[in-house]
């Protein structure tokens, strides 16, 4: 089954009241834990790239990585859509690279730009994008970074104005976007209880009903994950995420797709961790780099469940 755009994804979403899991990917082991959940599932799946990935593991090997995984479930007789996205692409030259390299869908991240100029770049994109027939998601307000979550002040001046988003989606002509909510990026997204803005984010969907929504830094940094790390020498002690509950909430609504990279991480650490602590004689990297798939796996298809896309392949 060729790779598919998130048009033909989001609605079917929407209408569900469920979001589909967007993974970050950086190398092989990431990538077949994460279709052996989807087969297992039965879910639509988001694979992405961020620029890091892509420096990191190169487009075309993570481009046939993908591909081989796809022909792989086709040959199992399982058919699962997914889409091949740029996460947080942040200029008009790394979405048009991946536009022209075989994603079906590209992020613009220029919500660091004041709102104008966010429009102008995201315009862009988009016309080139459309031209191809790749999809666009694009970002109005700033997800807070972990050193920011601690003193955000300004709530309001990063977190996405409903107002503006019309505006912004009515300008830009982008296919989604990403709200700020109240998440952020990593593992420490919460001093005290966790909290996203509902409200707003109600608001948002009131402005652009039908509209498919993002949301990113949604990982759960789930207790036992972090456990595991620490147990074998981590130190995440403080480490809180959005809880679990908060996930299948916001697959209700109109956000339709969810960003996780943080606690696929933490699971991948951890078993790598346990098998060099019970053996420091280790050195097979299959011994290892195996374990951290299955946890892969794991936490996918956990994701799936609580976002509600199991089943809807
Ligand atoms: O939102 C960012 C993702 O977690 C990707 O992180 O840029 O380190 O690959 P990265
Ligand atoms: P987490 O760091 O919460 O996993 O968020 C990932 C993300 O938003 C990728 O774009
Ligand atoms: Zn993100």
């Known amino acids: 089954m060729p790779l598919v755009t998130s048009k033909e994804l989001f609605p079917k979403a929407y209408k569900g009241g469920y979001a589909i899991g967007a993974f970050n990917v950086n190398n092989m082991e990431i990538i077949q834990g994460i279709f052996e959940a989807a087969i297992k599932e039965k879910s639509p799946l988001i694979i992405q790239v961020s620029a890091g990935a892509r420096k990191y593991a190169h487009h075309e090997y993570l481009l046939h990585l993908i591909q081989a995984s796809l022909e792989m479930a086709t040959t199992a007789g399982v058919e699962i859509p997914i889409v091949l996205h740029l996460d947080h692409g942040d200029s ?164 339709c797709k969810i960003n996780v990279d943080t606690d696929l991480r933490l699971a991948m650490t951890g078993q790598i961790r346990k098998v060099f602590s019970e053996n420091p004689g280790e050195f097979d990297p299959r011994k290892y780099l195996g374990p951290a798939r299955d946890a892969i796996r794991e936490v996918v298809i956990r994701k799936m469940r609580l976002m509600g896309c199991s089943g809807k392949a």
């Open 92 to 255: 008009f030259d790394i979405c048009k690279k991946c536009v022209d390299g075989g994603f079906t869908s590209v992020m613009i991240d220029a919500s660091h730009h004041p709102f104008e100029e966010n429009i102008k770049i995201t315009r862009e994109v988009v016309e080139y994008a459309h031209k191809k027939g790749v999809t666009v998601e694009a970002e109005l307000g700033r997800l807070a970074g972990i050193e920011d979550a601690v003193k955000v002040a300004a709530k309001d001046a990063s977190y996405t104005n409903p107002d503006e988003a019309r505006e912004f989606v009515e300008k830009t002509g982008c296919d989604s976007l990403a709200v700020a909510i109240g998440t952020s990026h990593g593992a420490y997204k919460f001093k005290g209880d966790a909290a996203l803005d509902f409200v707003r984010l109600a608001e948002i969907e009131k402005k652009l009903p039908g509209f498919p929504l993002v949301l990113h830094g949604a990982s759960s940094v789930p207790p036992d994950l972090v456990e595991i790390c620490n147990k074998y020498g981590g130190k995440l002690s403080d480490s809180k995420g959005v809880p679990e509950e908060m996930i299948t909430r916001a697959s209700k609504t109109g956000v």
